[in-house]
């Protein structure tokens, strides 16, 4: 009798360690966390005159902790990969994008009140002197994302856009 009461228990604690761990929600399934949801998906890039520039592919991995992105140029030779993630300890998004051209940029910002992604790099050194690095992404009325990047002077005045992509989900 009291091997089958042990085993018993042996079942029952199991089952409840079981349907805890299922119903304990991700560290990352807060709505912070889901600011960036918007963006996910498989996506056809085109410029502001309607070409295709490109394909993304936009995942969530690690328990929605981490938003991955796997950029192709259309001319098949310029790609690169993102991570962006939340980071909790301050409140901000976080990107790296390193391309297979060895360019790493490394951004920072959060959601605005209306819904656009803002990250911006520190202060860079280049040639031409110091300037800034931001990247925006808009969530257009038909689906679609807006990803602007702009180079910002020293005073965050715009100096160049280096680059306007309209993302149209596949």
């Not at 005159?49 to 259309?74: H, M, R």
């Not at 690169?80 to 391309?99: C, E, L, M, P, R």
């Not at 994302?145 to 989900?169: C, H, M």
């Amino acid at each position: 009798m009291k091997k089958h009461v042990l085993i018993t228990l042996i079942l029952l604690t199991s089952l409840f360690h079981s349907i805890a761990q299922n119903n304990s929600e991700s560290p990352c399934s807060s709505e912070n966390y889901k600011a960036f949801d918007f963006w996910e998906g498989d996506w056809t890039v085109y410029n502001t005159e309607g070409k295709i520039v490109g394909t993304n592919t936009v995942v969530k991995l690690q328990d929605n902790c981490v938003l991955q992105e796997n950029w192709k140029a259309s001319n098949g030779n310029n790609t690169g990969t993102s991570y962006n993630y939340f980071n909790a300890k301050d409140n901000t998004w976080n990107q790296v994008w390193i391309s297979n051209n060895g360019n790493i940029l490394n951004l920072k910002g959060n959601i605005t009140d209306d819904g656009v992604m803002v990250l911006k790099s520190e202060l860079v050194q280049g040639k031409r002197g110091k300037y800034y690095n931001q990247i925006t992404w808009s969530k257009n009325d038909d689906g679609s994302v807006t990803q602007r990047w702009d180079i910002l002077s020293e005073n965050d005045k715009p100096l160049t856009k280096a680059f306007e992509g309209i993302y149209k989900k596949n």
